[in-house]
């Protein structure tokens, strides 16, 4: 297959030619020719469900097309925002009226002549919120720096593989990368521009990242071999009522000032002492997705709770931080 088929015309002796990814059939044939067979092969032909986005319809019409060639028990779903055409399309053959969506690079207001939905089995909707939370946590959890519509893909893919069992093998598809979106839905402030950052959405990360007020930005911490005169020092400094004593990144003990301060009143050679020698339990640690009623939860029996990102450390979150948080019930 050629593909100058698509040459518009000629200026001087260039042609000017229209890849025409939304209908030209060297989009679908490549997927099939490559990313299915991958798929398959890395499988070892197991794969059960495959998860793709729906735009042009090359990625899931190509793999749909091999994967059910090969085995036509496989199940080939799109993953598609609400407001796009195509689960209206599918399920009713009419297209209907398309909404706005925020998810960039998949969903249609038209069906594209490379959109085959013979070979697709179903499509499920996703919310701009999930696909864009979801996108977050592939970065966070798995170092995937992704864009929003593979958020929508991993969305949907949960919800299929929540109804198997261990024979099942789910394989959706990661096809963009988070540098394009940096001012957008991987940034804070446009999500609450966008309203997308509802109160019960609030996560232990997000409620140490934006933290309001004087409170510090970053974690304050002490060192268990940190003196604890220069201990106290630090607290009246910056105001802090506790702080956690971290070891390369790990939560070993907390300074709570009240009670270090009893301590050194009945005992002021403790001054001069290191922290080890007076520090409290560790407050409880909290992985950076936890939700915010989890967060207040452990608030109800801390006073100060940790936040932990890739095994370690790297915030706090007190009751007083709680209070200023937006968090609905």
């Known amino acids: 297959m050629k593909f100058y088929e698509n040459v518009l015309g000629l200026?001087?002796?260039?042609?000017?030619?229209n890849p025409n990814q939304y209908a030209h059939p060297a989009n679908p044939l490549a997927h099939y020719r490559t990313t299915g067979p991958e798929i398959?092969?890395?499988?070892?032909?197991?794969?059960t469900h495959f998860v793709s986005g729906l735009g042009t319809g090359g990625t899931i019409s190509g793999t749909g097309r091999f994967?059910?060639?090969?085995?036509?028990n496989v199940r080939i779903i799109g993953a598609d925002p609400y407001g796009s055409v195509f689960k209206t399309y599918k399920e009713t053959g009419r297209t209907g009226e398309a909404s706005p969506y925020l998810v960039e690079g998949i969903g249609q207001e038209i069906i594209p002549d490379n959109v085959h939905m013979k070979y697709v089995d179903e499509i499920i909707n996703v919310t701009d919120r999930e696909s864009f939370e979801l996108a977050r946590q592939l970065g966070r959890r798995e170092g995937i720096f992704c864009g929003g519509s593979t958020g929508t893909n991993l969305a949907a893919a949960l919800r299929v593989a929540r109804g198997l069992d261990?024979?099942?093998?789910?394989?959706f598809i990661v096809c963009d990368t988070g540098e394009h979106y940096l001012t957008k839905?991987?940034?804070?402030?446009?999500?609450?521009?966008?309203?997308?950052?509802e109160p019960q959405r609030l996560t232990a990360g997000l409620i140490a990242g934006t933290k309001g007020g004087q409170a510090p930005k970053s974690l304050v911490h002490l060192t268990p071999q940190t003196r604890v005169a220069d201990a106290l020092a630090k607290m009246d400094e910056m105001g802090l009522e506790h702080i956690p004593v971290i070891e390369e990144g790990k939560s070993i003990g907390s300074l709570r000032e009240n009670r270090v301060l009893a301590k050194v009143l009945g005992n002021r050679d403790l001054l001069e002492s290191p922290v080890s020698e007076v520090m409290g339990a560790s407050f409880p640690v909290l992985d950076v997705d936890v939700s915010a009623a989890?967060?207040?939860?452990?608030?109800?029996?801390?006073?100060?709770?940790?936040?932990?990102?890739?095994?370690?450390?790297?915030?706090?979150?007190t009751r007083h931080d709680m209070l200023d948080a937006p968090v609905g019930n």
């Open 11 to 17: 200026i001087g002796n260039t042609p000017l030619v």
């Open 40 to 47: 398959w092969e890395q499988t070892d032909g197991r794969v």
């Open 67 to 72: 994967l059910k060639e090969t085995n036509p």
């Open 166 to 171: 261990e024979t099942g093998v789910v394989v």
């Open 185 to 197: 839905f991987h940034s804070d402030e446009w999500l609450k521009e966008k309203r997308l950052l």
């Open 294 to 317: 989890d967060v207040t939860r452990q608030l109800q029996k801390s006073p100060a709770v940790l936040v932990e990102e890739y095994g370690r450390i790297t915030g706090i979150i």
